[in-house]
């Protein structure tokens, strides 16, 4: 074997810096291991700096204190009607067994703060064992200040989800902005000033506010952790292959400073890359029907763990229900060329005043399902009748108050976004109809249809509104139904969709241990693999907020355990 000049020996290395990866060496350092995380990027914290930061884990501690009624067998039989056979038994209870040991851990011997998400169906809300809340934990905020000079490496949020270029805001501030803007209190002028004042002097210091939240509060955290537990940090160092000895993984190579350089782990190797959904090439392979440049995942993301799983034997998992994890995407290209991407989740689909058509100008979907079943819908509908894009329509009432896509509450620079080719104005519906290409008969008579029954507070159509989960995201404050209001104050406003996607879920088949299996159903011994680079433990499915942040965390706590010789506990 080729030697290289620089050889450094750990007894674990992770690959790639998201939640999964990060949790993994946490656990593993204060196993007593030694432990270095590569870092493909300049930036530490995956995709998970960008998502919401919440983790699924049915019957935590917190939920369990919290006086949520839920149990183990309701929790099984939400997932039979979700995920079925499709995943072996032994991989979900895996982590149903280990996903609030996991929390427990992590929040005892880190930084890591979760609060249950009470008021927080699970997305199929109408499915027997469903839950009202509380499996799902959202991150604490956290003061990025306690990085200190890390704070620079962590990776910022999308810039699209902040404000005035790098203030962090939650649901709850939305919440408390939006109404403010419609209706001024004391509460929310106060919470307003709060923020605003904090960012103002984190300016002074840094080029983004330091008041973390959602998906960066959790990369924080974790980072931290890592950083206390005396993990050891590598930026700029794409692995580019695995070492092995007798069938054993051994280590491997990364390119560091212009140098390929190898990094020995006498435990094992932790492949957490995040899947492949920033590569083009294997969108196409793997996931159906038209795909592009969609993707809302970190740009490193581009299924390098996988292939290196796989040169060294390891088989691909599935079939899945979906092989990524869906959200209608929205695009616009600035003047410089750039590509800005909006995913929409749920500031805008389930509000009430809006529907979403296909090319034939015609409904398809319940506008308010979550946005995984949102592109599910567009996806097998396309064949039959196209909806790649999907046209999301509103009016001037719904545009100030709720925003759609990029444009903000309030409406205001519209102008800007419509220049752009983002946002389509029309005085009417029919001019609304000519700037979509979409014939106006049709789209006048679906809008009339759709009006008539919204002013009754019904859809019999699709049920926009009909489920808890709907009902939760829309707007609570509107009745009869917070979910449908009609549209019918012009101006009229339209923004093209696509079916992109928050993660992959088509990925490397393993076992209990999270060890990668190959085509004898024999696992590679000194290989992990977990996150969205490990066949999804949902196949694919979208039962909840959280459900890949928190498989992937778990297995890498599953995996810390076994490379330190242990049994969780």
């Keep these: 074997m080729h030697k290289n000049e620089w050889i450094e020996n750990f007894d674990v290395a992770v690959v790639g810096s998201g939640a999964g990866g990060m949790a993994a060496a946490i656990v593993a350092a204060q196993k007593g291991l030694s432990v270095v995380i590569v870092e493909k990027t300049q930036w530490f914290g995956g995709t998970t700096a960008f998502s919401g930061g919440a983790i699924w884990i049915p019957n935590s501690d917190h939920s369990i204190k919290a006086g949520v009624r839920d149990s183990r067998e309701e929790t099984e039989k939400y997932l039979a009607h979700t995920v079925g056979d499709m995943v072996a038994k032994e991989l979900k209870d895996a982590f149903l067994n280990h996903g609030p040991e996991m929390v427990r851990y992590l929040e005892a011997h880190s930084t890591l703060r979760f609060t249950p998400r009470l008021e927080g169906p699970d997305y199929l809300s109408s499915l027997p064992g469903a839950a009202h809340g509380g499996r799902t934990l959202d991150t604490i905020e956290f003061d990025g200040r306690l990085l200190g000079g890390w704070f620079k490496y962590l990776r910022p949020p999308l810039q699209v989800l902040t404000l005035f270029g790098g203030m962090m805001v939650n649901r709850k501030d939305v919440d408390l902005l939006v109404g403010f803007m419609q209706k001024p209190s004391a509460n929310a002028f106060f919470h307003a000033a709060k923020l605003l004042t904090r960012y103002a002097i984190d300016r002074l210091r840094h080029d983004r506010g330091t008041r973390l939240v959602l998906g960066n509060a959790l990369a924080g955290r974790l980072l931290k952790g890592a950083l206390d537990a005396g993990v050891v940090l590598i930026s700029n160092a794409p692995a580019r292959k695995l070492l092995t000895d007798d069938g054993r993984v051994t280590g491997l190579v990364v390119d560091h400073e212009g140098k390929e350089r190898e990094i020995h782990?006498?435990?094992?190797?932790?492949?957490?890359?995040?899947?492949?959904?920033?590569?083009?090439?294997?969108?196409?392979?793997?996931?159906?029907?038209?795909?592009?440049?969609?993707?809302?995942?970190?740009?490193?993301?581009?299924?390098?763990?996988?292939?290196?799983?796989?040169?060294?034997?390891?088989?691909?998992?599935?079939?899945?229900?979906?092989?990524?994890?869906?959200?209608?995407?929205?695009?616009?290209?600035?003047?410089?060329?750039?590509?800005?991407?909006?995913?929409?989740?749920?500031?805008?689909?389930?509000?009430?005043?809006?529907?979403?058509?296909?090319?034939?100008?015609?409904?398809?979907?319940?506008?308010?399902?979550?946005?995984?079943?949102?592109?599910?819908?567009?996806?097998?509908?396309?064949?039959?009748?196209?909806?790649?894009?999907?046209?999301?329509?509103?009016?001037?009432?719904?545009?100030?108050?709720?925003?759609?896509?990029?444009?903000?509450?309030?409406?205001?620079g519209r102008q800007y976004f419509i220049d752009r080719g983002y946002l389509y104005e029309g005085k009417s519906l029919a001019d609304l109809a000519f700037l979509l290409n979409l014939d106006p008969i049709a789209f006048q008579e679906t809008v009339a249809r759709y009006n008539a029954n919204a002013a009754k507070g019904i859809d019999p159509d699709f049920g926009k509104g009909s489920t808890e989960f709907n009902r939760h995201y829309g707007d609570p404050a509107h009745k009869?139904?917070?979910?449908?209001?009609?549209?019918?104050?012009?101006?009229?406003?339209?923004?093209?969709?696509?079916?992109?996607?928050?993660?992959?879920?088509?990925?490397?088949?393993?076992?209990?241990?999270?060890?990668?299996?190959?085509?004898?159903?024999?696992?590679?011994?000194?290989?992990?693999?977990?996150?969205?680079?490990?066949?999804?433990?949902?196949?694919?499915?979208?039962?909840?907020?959280?459900?890949?942040?928190?498989?992937?965390?778990?297995?890498?706590?599953?995996?810390?355990?076994?490379?330190?010789?242990?049994?969780c506990s």
């Design 265 to 412: 782990a006498g435990k094992g190797v932790v492949i957490a890359t995040g899947g492949f959904g920033a590569n083009l090439e294997m969108r196409r392979r793997f996931i159906p029907g038209p795909t592009g440049d969609w993707s809302m995942v970190a740009q490193g993301n581009t299924g390098d763990g996988i292939s290196m799983a796989q040169s060294v034997g390891a088989e691909l998992g599935g079939p899945n229900l979906s092989d990524a994890f869906w959200t209608p995407v929205s695009i616009m290209e600035k003047e410089s060329g750039e590509m800005v991407r909006w995913p929409h989740l749920r500031m805008d689909r389930p509000k009430p005043g809006l529907i979403a058509v296909n090319s034939a100008a015609k409904r398809f979907v319940n506008e308010s399902a979550s946005y995984h079943h949102f592109v599910e819908s567009m996806i097998e509908t396309h064949p039959v009748v196209p909806c790649i894009p999907t046209f999301l329509i509103c009016d001037g009432r719904f545009l100030k108050r709720y925003g759609l896509g990029l444009v903000r509450p309030g409406g205001g």
């Design 480 to 567: 009869p139904n917070a979910c449908l209001h009609p549209i019918e104050e012009p101006p009229y406003y339209s923004v093209k969709v696509y079916p992109g996607d928050i993660g992959t879920a088509h990925g490397i088949k393993v076992n209990s241990f999270a060890q990668p299996l190959d085509r004898g159903n024999s696992p590679i011994v000194g290989l992990y693999v977990i996150g969205n680079d490990m066949s999804s433990v949902m196949s694919g499915n979208y039962p909840g907020a959280g459900i890949t942040l928190g498989p992937a965390m778990t297995f890498g706590y599953i995996a810390a355990h076994h490379m330190a010789d242990l049994q």
